[in-house]
């Protein structure tokens, strides 16, 4: 299988650490955002990453990605098959891909991909405003639902917790905190440190340092 994008996406992390609670080799083909790159064009003609390659069969979007790993490799049961957790967990997915993801986005981009990745100026007012008018709100409502066991979902490490982790490396990335938010960081550190999630971010902490 050959999943094209990059490991600072929220949505290419969430699939590698995915594949790798089930034991599922992937192999990251990596290409930059809105790559011109013929196979991820192929893969995915909106030009968005990630997307996947399985032999003759493309497929993009994260969500839709996992879901298409959870069916071809049920075990460790990633995607809960009881009908509220299954719901639950849906819902996690969705609030990191879009509450999260649209909350961090203007830190992660004006501050890390448009002037370490992209070379250009970022938009550092956008950023600021973000952190101060956005983020608080969406790390209140996630603060206030983890759970004692620090899984969202079921007790158990499933995909609502990559999904909503995975996130919150980027706003690491671009240098927000969570002060104020202790629940949430102990919950991060406890996901983060699972082998899943440990590699990628060695890697992606190691980059970043030396881009400088
Ligand atoms: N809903 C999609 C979102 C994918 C997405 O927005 N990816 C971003 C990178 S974080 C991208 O490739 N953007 C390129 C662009 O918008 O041109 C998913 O879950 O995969």
């Given amino acids: 299988m ?36 013929p196979a991820f064009r192929e893969a995915n003609p909106l030009g968005k990453m990630p997307a996947l390659r399985d032999g003759d069969y493309l497929l993009a979007d994260s969500s839709a990605i996992v879901a298409y790993i959870e069916a071809l490799h049920p075990e460790p049961a990633l995607i809960p098959v009881e009908p509220r957790a299954r719901g639950t967990a849906m819902f996690w997915d969705e609030f990191g891909d879009a509450e999260m993801f649209d909350a961090i986005r203007p830190l992660f981009f ?17 950023a600021d405003a973000s952190e101060a008018d ?60 699972r082998p899943s999630f440990a590699g990628l971010l060695e890697k992606e902490r190691a980059l970043l340092a030396r881009m400088g």
Avoid: C, M, Q
């Fill in 134 to 193: 956005v983020v608080p709100g969406v790390l209140a409502y996630l603060e206030a639902r983890i759970p004692e066991s620090l899984f969202l979902v079921e007790d158990r490490i499933t995909l609502a917790d990559l999904a909503v982790v995975s996130p919150l490396v980027n706003l690491e990335h671009a240098g927000g905190t969570l002060d104020g938010f202790p629940r949430i960081a102990a919950y991060k550190a406890a996901i983060l440190a």
């Fill in 110 to 126: 004006n501050r890390v991909v448009s002037p370490r990745f992209e070379g250009k100026p970022g938009d550092l007012a956008a």
């Fill in 2 to 37: 050959i999943l094209y994008g990059s490991s600072f996406s929220p949505f290419v992390r969430k699939v590698l650490a995915f594949a790798a609670e089930k034991g599922v080799a992937i192999d990251l083909h990596r290409v930059a955002r809105g790559s011109d790159d």
